[in-house]
């Protein structure tokens, strides 16, 4: 099962550094106004989901029943900006885009927010991939 959490935690980073690229380039960290995703909760997420992988690949090598429950603890404020950030995402997500210059039909406006840009397969894939690591490590973190 522990196995299993690496794996999972692996293909759900692996989403998120596409959609925190895709963020970056789109501006959003840039320029004020220019995403509904906040600057601390994106990198906060970030931060916090990348130290509890470095904790859980400790936890493979060297074990140990504290190391695992570190790990799991580091999730969940991972979870709870991941659920601020989609909420948020949802809402520019729904909103139709509003064009103000000419261009192709279906092209995201210029000033469209940065996350407009995120593919929802990607959101939802790395949506159901974190609920699946956060309950492996949950039940890895149980059996020791």
Do not use: Q
Not at 42 to 53: K, S
């Amino acid at each position: 099962m522990s196995i299993a959490a690496l794996l999972t935690w692996l293909a759900t980073a692996l989403g998120g550094f596409y959609m925190l690229g895709l963020w970056l380039s789109g501006g959003g960290a840039r320029r004020e106004g220019s995403s509904a995703l906040p600057v601390p909760v994106v990198f906060g997420h970030f931060l916090l989901a990348a130290a509890g992988l470095v904790v859980w690949v400790i936890y493979l090598f060297a074990g140990g029943g504290t190391l695992a429950w570190t790990a799991f603890v580091l999730l969940l404020p991972v979870a709870l900006l991941g659920f601020v950030m989609f909420a948020r995402w949802l809402a520019v997500a729904r909103t139709p885009a509003v064009r103000t210059t000419g261009g192709a039909p279906g092209a995201a406006a210029a000033d469209a927010p940065a996350e407009r840009s995120f593919p929802r397969p990607v959101v939802f894939g790395h949506g159901l991939l974190a609920v699946a690591t956060l309950l492996l490590v949950l039940l890895t973190a149980l059996s020791e």
